[in-house]
């Protein structure tokens, strides 16, 4: 009985994730054009024809620029809630109404060996929400595009085995940037997105024991570096005693498929 995963494209221009059992096999969000989906999926040896399905955290570009196409290439069914589905419906093109599926918020679907669990979070589109996915014991959580992680969050994400977690902005670099105030004070604010400093408040918060795999994601190409976040991030678990390895991802490179042990 496994759980296995790979970060296929994570950041600012682009982002997927594939989770899998014996049993099932799910893409969230397809972030990038169809041709480069495939080619993800090619560099990891997975057939994208034998999924299951797609779930859907938000709307933006960068989450279902591919969506659409995926979907009809492969005949796959999409689950996202009802917001989200009046807010994206008219830029997938067309899709046949069994296709279509509703993925409320805070719910629990099970398929087959694989539990996964919708949860809200605060960001600027018509009703996001992330997931965890739970497989014999094992918990993987999905944790990406919020503003701030309120106890909810962390009371729903909390003693994973493995996370895949925002670490999108280190503050100064924001601060000092190019980027217009406006954009700025989107993404410091409560629905932008989790800073290097806060990512790593957060996960002192919420891992345990059992948490064997942390991911940095979402991060950004303006405002971030992958070794900056590392090191920040690091520096605020290790001021509270936690040792524990940090991985990067990438918008254009996937993670290893990692086997949840």
């Not at 060996?113 to 018509?126: K, M, P, R, T, W």
């Not at 918060?205 to 948490?211: P, Q, V």
Request: overall charge negative; glycine content about 6%.
């Amino acid at each position: 009985m496994t759980l296995r995963f790979s970060v296929l494209a994570s950041g600012s221009t682009g982002n997927a994730f594939y989770v899998e059992t014996d049993k099932q096999r799910f893409l969230v969000d397809a972030g990038l054009s169809g041709k480069q989906m495939d080619q993800l999926f090619s560099k990891v040896q997975v057939d994208p024809a034998a999924l299951s399905g797609i779930l859907v955290t938000h709307e933006h570009s960068d989450h279902i620029k591919g969506l659409g196409i995926m979907a009809r290439k492969y005949n796959l069914p999409i689950y996202a809630n009802e917001k989200t589905w009046k807010a994206m419906e008219n830029s997938l093109g067309k899709l046949t109404t069994d296709q279509k599926f509703f993925f409320g918020m805070n719910e629990v679907k099970t398929f087959d060996d694989l539990d996964i669990e919708s949860f809200g979070v605060s960001h600027d589109a018509a009703e996001p929400m992330f997931y965890t996915f739970r497989h014999d014991g094992k918990k993987v959580a999905l944790v990406t595009d919020l503003g701030y992680v309120s106890e909810r969050i962390k009371k729903t994400v909390e003693d994973a085995d493995a996370y895949i977690f925002e670490s999108n902005h280190d503050v100064e670099m924001l601060r000092m940037g190019r980027y217009p105030w406006s954009v700025k004070r989107r993404i410091l604010g409560d629905s932008g997105h989790v800073s290097n400093e806060d990512c790593g408040l957060a996960l002192a918060d919420i891992i345990s024991n059992r948490t064997k795999r942390i991911y940095l994601a979402h991060l950004s190409l303006d405002n971030n570096m992958k070794d900056l976040a590392r090191m920040s991030v690091q520096g605020v678990l290790q001021e509270r005693g936690i040792h524990i390895d940090l991985h990067d991802t990438d918008p254009k490179e996937p993670t290893p498929l990692y086997e949840v042990v």
